[in-house]
């Protein structure tokens, strides 16, 4: 079984900026990964993916937030620049089995995920 631990979070003002990690134990690493989020009284929703080296973006984060992963670190990283009062959520990191393929499927589905963070609070005043 594969365990995420999201850390980062916290209370910023508009305009700054924050980095999430979501270290990996267990199992091995898997090659796809993502960030989801969940603002209040509002679905999940997609924030970021990276698989192998490639990565892709909600429209509403592109260009203000990246997502990378250190390997030897078994971390992946969401780096927010700046943030909006409507990217207030938590943030969650999933990962993809490794028994599944990473270029089949919808990435921007939660279904497409098999393992989950707790999350981590994110709040963005203005």
């Known amino acids: 079984q594969v365990q995420l631990v999201e850390s980062g979070g916290g209370l910023v003002q508009a305009g700054d900026s924050l980095r999430l990690s979501c270290a990996a134990s267990g199992r091995t690493f898997s090659n796809a990964m993502g960030w989801v989020r969940q603002a209040p009284g509002k679905e999940r929703e997609f924030v970021a993916a990276?698989?192998?080296?490639?990565?892709n973006y909600a429209d509403s984060v592109k260009g203000r937030f990246t997502v990378s992963r250190d390997n030897a670190k078994n971390t992946v990283y969401l780096e927010m620049n700046s943030l909006k009062p409507e990217d207030t959520a938590v943030y969650f990191c999933?990962?993809?089995?490794?028994?599944?393929?990473?270029?089949?499927?919808?990435?921007?589905?939660?279904?497409?995920?098999?393992?989950w963070g707790q999350g981590t609070q994110v709040t963005v005043s203005s």
């Open positions: 990276w698989r192998l080296g490639a990565t």
């Open positions: 999933a990962s993809r089995s490794t028994q599944s393929g990473l270029w089949s499927g919808d990435f921007r589905s939660q279904r497409w995920y098999s393992n």
